[in-house]
């Protein structure tokens, strides 16, 4: 339930914006337009490439010392969950061409057409691009009224699109921006993606402090950047909110320990977004979503969405990739293997379907 929260963070705020600014007048709608406007970065067009699953060369080092072979969290076991039925459909392999994958990566969503969405959270500062942080693959099928998430783990092994060669996925971001960081994600499950949603980290600080503070409920204590965050529920400002969401070498569950904690900070900010008592904050809240989110969704898209996406994305199932932490010439990677990519790329298919 909460990872599902995560998945709606960015995507429902706007839309819960979007509604909000039809409701409060003019010159709120005018601020909407000039927001989308101002967030609007459209993607470059790349020639379609089908992951060669069968082909791949294997890492031959062995696991890293007290690595293990999947995820350790909270939430249920993490594995690719497939029920019977979407076994049974999978039999029959679903396969990429070019005209499939350019309606995936182009879909109407004024006729309610299946599409996919990768969710950036990254961490840029002045003079640094950064890394992604949290990737979330969200394909969403409005007639069936269902959604599949992916969370990625930052340091899983993919091969680079620009150079041919393997490394950490979140370096995408940091060699190519987002369109690498897309390609990077469409290489690793052979799944086209439609758009994008990018937010910066160091936002998080004024659109925080704009909303009046979150609440959370803290699962251990720690000690972060001179803050101390006891066990327990607890009320904090945006500096100590981001400080909150980026500790992870602390962390016993590593990455995935941050990720439920930047789940539960960013879950509370659209609880207050969408509260009535946040209309009258909507100019400067507009105005930190100019500043720290990028999207290639139009006006005209978020529209679509709020009127008819909304249930498939309130209804959102979970995937977990089944890896295993690896050391590799010295680096440790989160390794996931050509068939259980292939398993995911198919789940994701299904989903994507628009029978």
Same mark, same amino acid.
């Given at each position: 339930?909460?990872?599902?929260?995560?998945?709606?963070?960015?995507?429902?705020?706007?839309?819960? *914006?979007?509604?909000?600014?039809?409701?409060?007048?003019?010159?709120?709608?005018?601020?909407? /337009?000039?927001?989308?406007?101002?967030?609007?970065?459209?993607?470059?067009?790349?020639?379609?490439?089908?992951?060669?699953?069968?082909?791949?060369?294997?890492?031959?080092?062995?696991?890293?010392?007290?690595?293990?072979?999947?995820?350790?969290?909270?939430?249920?076991?993490?594995?690719?969950?497939?029920?019977?039925?979407?076994?049974?459909?999978?039999?029959?392999?679903?396969?990429?061409?070019?005209?499939?994958? /350019?309606?995936?990566?182009?879909?109407?969503?004024?006729?309610?057409?299946?599409?996919?969405?990768?969710?950036?959270?990254?961490?840029?500062?002045?003079?640094?691009?950064?890394?992604?942080?949290?990737?979330?693959?969200?394909?969403?099928?409005?007639?069936?009224?269902?959604?599949?998430?992916?969370?990625?783990?930052?340091?899983?092994?993919?091969?680079?699109?620009?150079?041919?060669?393997?490394?950490?996925?979140?370096?995408?971001?940091?060699?190519?921006?987002?369109?690498?960081?897309?390609?990077?994600?469409?290489?690793?499950?052979?799944?086209?993606?439609?758009?994008?949603?990018?937010?910066?980290?160091?936002?998080?600080?004024?659109?925080?402090?704009?909303?009046?503070?979150?609440?959370?409920?803290?699962?251990?204590?720690?000690?972060?950047?001179?803050?101390?965050?006891?066990?327990?529920?607890?009320?904090?400002?945006?500096?100590?909110?981001?400080?909150?969401?980026?500790?992870?070498?602390?962390?016993?569950?590593?990455?995935?320990?941050?990720?439920?904690?930047?789940?539960?900070?960013?879950?509370?900010?659209?609880?207050?977004?969408?509260?009535?008592?946040?209309?009258?904050?909507?100019?400067?809240?507009?105005?930190?979503?100019?500043?720290?989110?990028?999207?290639?969704?139009?006006?005209?898209?978020?529209?679509?969405?709020?009127?008819?996406?909304?249930?498939?994305?309130?209804?959102?199932?979970?995937?977990? *990739?089944?890896?295993?932490?690896?050391?590799?010439?010295?680096?440790?990677?989160?390794?996931?293997?050509?068939?259980?990519?292939?398993?995911? /790329? /198919?789940?994701?298919?299904?989903?994507?379907?628009?029978?």
């Amino acid at each position: 339930m909460k990872r599902a929260l995560m998945i709606k963070i960015t995507i429902f705020s706007l839309i819960s *914006i979007l509604a909000l600014a039809t409701l409060s007048g003019g010159y709120i709608w005018y601020s909407m /337009q000039k927001t989308m406007d101002a967030m609007y970065e459209p993607l470059p067009s790349v020639a379609w490439i089908q992951p060669d699953f069968e082909n791949e060369v294997q890492p031959s080092e062995a696991p890293a010392s007290g690595a293990v072979s999947v995820p350790v969290m909270a939430s249920p076991a993490p594995k690719v969950v497939v029920t019977a039925a979407v076994k049974e459909q999978a039999q029959s392999e679903i396969v990429i061409n070019k005209e499939v994958a /350019q309606r995936l990566r182009h879909p109407n969503l004024s006729a309610e057409e299946p599409f996919s969405i990768l969710l950036l959270g990254v961490d840029e500062r002045a003079g640094d691009r950064g890394r992604s942080d949290t990737m979330i693959l969200l394909t969403v099928q409005p007639k069936k009224k269902s959604a599949t998430a992916l969370s990625i783990p930052r340091d899983t092994r993919v091969i680079m699109p620009n150079t041919g060669k393997y490394d950490k996925i979140n370096h995408a971001y940091a060699f190519g921006g987002t369109s690498l960081a897309v390609e990077a994600v469409e290489h690793l499950f052979g799944v086209p993606i439609a758009y994008y949603m990018k937010t910066n980290m160091e936002g998080l600080v004024s659109i925080v402090d704009t909303v009046g503070g979150v609440d959370i409920d803290n699962p251990r204590k720690f000690d972060f950047v001179g803050y101390s965050f006891a066990a327990g529920p607890q009320h904090l400002n945006g500096e100590q909110a981001l400080a909150y969401s980026r500790m992870r070498k602390e962390d016993p569950q590593g990455d995935f320990g941050r990720t439920q904690r930047q789940r539960q900070v960013l879950a509370n900010v659209v609880d207050r977004v969408v509260s009535v008592n946040s209309i009258t904050k909507l100019p400067r809240l507009l105005s930190h979503l100019s500043e720290f989110v990028r999207t290639n969704l139009t006006s005209q898209n978020m529209i679509d969405l709020a009127l008819n996406y909304r249930p498939a994305i309130n209804n959102v199932e979970t995937l977990y *990739i089944n890896g295993q932490g690896q050391m590799i010439k010295g680096i440790y990677y989160y390794v996931v293997k050509p068939e259980e990519r292939q398993k995911i /790329q /198919q789940h994701l298919l299904i989903n994507l379907d628009p029978t």
